[in-house]
């Protein structure tokens, strides 16, 4: 591997200064349109697993989807975040990409222990392949920080299309023609590497890198990646908790009544993953803006931070109307479900989804002031309750059961996030009113050492 030199380093650490940042408003847009065609992509994929498949079927893809996801979180360690907000410069990409080649390895080693413990040598075939895949995206991903630090979201969401179109286009051609899902998960490695090397590192290069080989450069300083893992790691902790969180319910709904009941509530988790990763990219996309404000301008963090609040808010209201009024269409249109107790399942479950829409403004907030050992405070709470609570309800009753969890999880998530931002922010207020001394000219410096002086 490449060593960066010093100049080079300087060269990264510079980038902000010669780009002109995009307007805040347009990065929302661009990162609203990335999101909503890579949800759209996503749900090409599930439902037409659902109509020309069987329940079983999308139930061993929701199973993969719910071991590698939360995996793959807490290895990639959140980087993308670190990246926006280290407005400092302090790390530069060929720091990131040798962290990611250390904690990818390992997480590909995590995947294949896991997949080993399923019932099946088909499942474990499926799991590995959609681990594989996720891998390769999650370069991708440290490149996308990049793009997001210097505030350049088109090209985050053009990648994030050209991705979600990609796996799910080849996920659909490969099961048409085969009618294996293994295989068809095993072609979705395909456009993801494509997007890595001709989109993603090329416009890198031409964009934001100080020569033609930037992008594929790799450095392994002990010092560098001691300091980028205790800044990352609480970060990859908390988005793994958001992960294992949302998906614990499913692995419990899987290892109490099996594939074919996981994948009824597949569609119930599709609505709430969905909902989930666009108002999260849309906050995402405020991180550089709001760590800036709050490094020189704490009245701007606020406004923006209120701002995100309220479109938190109302997405969550949009969010529970639609279900409720296009719930029913929505399932049978998109997966062939008519199933009574799915609707029911929905509107639980996004009920706890609005209230865990609201407490992403807190977790916004925290992120963008770099207090990720509180947040991961609080999501250590919060899994716990996920965890007893899931064990409790699920085995009784099903997919109802899965929905409460759910529910009681995003109630307990808002009430402990609300909580700390509110300590915290008592904390930063009590020091930041600390009056500093006033010195007049009986109580100077210099009139004291005089005094002093004198005394002596």
Same mark, same amino acid.
């Given at each position: 591997?490449?060593?960066?030199? @010093?100049?080079?380093?300087?060269?990264?650490?510079?980038?902000?200064?010669?780009?002109?940042?995009?307007?805040? @408003?347009?990065?929302?847009?661009?990162?609203l349109i990335g999101n909503i065609f890579f949800v759209a992509s996503q749900m090409v994929l599930l439902s037409l697993l659902a109509h020309l498949g069987s329940e079983d079927e999308v139930g061993k893809y929701a199973l993969a989807v719910s071991i590698v996801t939360p995996i793959l979180l807490i290895f990639n360690l959140h980087l993308n975040v670190v990246q926006a907000t280290d407005q400092e410069h302090r790390f530069c990409l060929a720091d990131y990409m040798g962290l990611r080649l250390i904690t990818s390895s390992l997480a590909l080693l995590v995947i294949v222990g896991w997949s080993f413990c399923l019932s099946s040598p088909e499942l474990i075939a499926i799991t590995i392949s959609l681990g594989v895949s996720r891998?390769?995206?999650?370069?991708? *991903?440290?490149?996308?920080?990049?793009?997001?630090?210097?505030?350049?979201? @088109? %090209?985050?969401?053009?990648?994030?299309?050209?991705?979600?179109f990609g796996t799910a286009g080849?996920?659909?051609?490969? %099961? /048409?023609?085969?009618?294996?899902? *293994?295989? =068809?998960?095993?072609?979705?490695?395909?456009?993801? /590497?494509?997007?890595l090397m001709v989109f993603d590192a090329t416009n890198y290069n031409r964009h934001l890198g100080s020569s033609r080989i930037d992008a594929f450069r790799v450095q392994f300083h002990c010092s560098q990646l001691k300091? /980028?893992? %205790? *800044?990352?790691?609480?970060?990859?902790?908390?988005?793994? =908790?958001?992960?294992?969180?949302?998906?614990?319910p499913r692995i419990l709904l899987y290892a109490n009544y099996g594939t074919a009941a996981l994948g009824l509530y597949a569609a119930v988790g599709y609505f709430m993953s #969905?909902?989930?990763?666009? *108002? =999260?990219?849309?906050?995402?996309?405020?991180l550089s803006r709001l760590s800036k404000h709050a490094h020189n301008d704490a009245m701007g963090y606020w406004k923006l931070l209120i701002k995100v609040a309220v479109l938190n808010t109302l997405f969550a209201v949009m969010s529970l109307v639609m279900a409720y009024w296009l719930g029913d269409f929505a399932l049978k249109l998109l997966f062939g479900y008519q199933?009574?107790?799915?609707?029911? #399942?929905?509107?639980? #479950?996004?009920?706890?989804?609005?209230? !865990?829409f609201i407490a !992403?403004?807190?977790?916004?907030?925290?992120?963008?002031?770099? @207090?990720?050992?509180? /947040? #991961?405070?609080?999501n250590v709470l919060v899994l716990s309750i996920t965890v007893t609570v899931g064990m409790l309800i699920i085995p009784r009753h099903g997919m109802i059961g899965a929905a409460w969890t759910v529910l009681i999880t995003a109630i307990s998530e808002l009430a402990i996030l609300a909580t700390l931002m509110w300590l915290t922010t008592r904390i930063n207020s009590r020091t930041t009113l600390?009056?500093?001394?006033?010195?007049?000219? %009986?109580?100077?410096?210099?009139?004291?050492?005089? !005094?002093?002086?004198?005394?002596a």
């Open positions: 591997m490449e060593t960066v030199s @010093k100049n080079t380093t300087a060269n990264h650490c510079n980038l902000s200064s010669r780009h002109s940042s995009k307007s805040l @408003k347009s990065n929302v847009t661009w990162t891998l390769i995206d999650s370069f991708s *991903l440290i490149y996308c920080g990049e793009f997001q630090r210097h505030e350049q979201m @088109k %090209y985050v969401s053009i990648s994030m299309i050209l991705r979600g080849a996920f659909t051609i490969t %099961y /048409l023609w085969t009618r294996d899902v *293994l295989l =068809a998960t095993m072609s979705m490695s395909i456009p993801s /590497l494509i997007c300091s /980028l893992l %205790y *800044l990352a790691l609480p970060a990859g902790f908390v988005n793994s =908790a958001n992960g294992w969180i949302v998906n614990i #969905a909902s989930g990763i666009v *108002l =999260a990219a849309v906050n995402q996309t405020t199933d009574p107790s799915l609707r029911t #399942a929905l509107m639980i #479950a996004m009920t706890g989804m609005a209230c !865990r !992403r403004s807190a977790t916004t907030g925290l992120r963008a002031t770099q @207090k990720v050992w509180t /947040l #991961a405070f609080g600390i009056r500093p001394e006033v010195y007049t000219p %009986y109580n100077s410096p210099a009139e004291l050492d005089r !005094r002093n002086y004198h005394a």
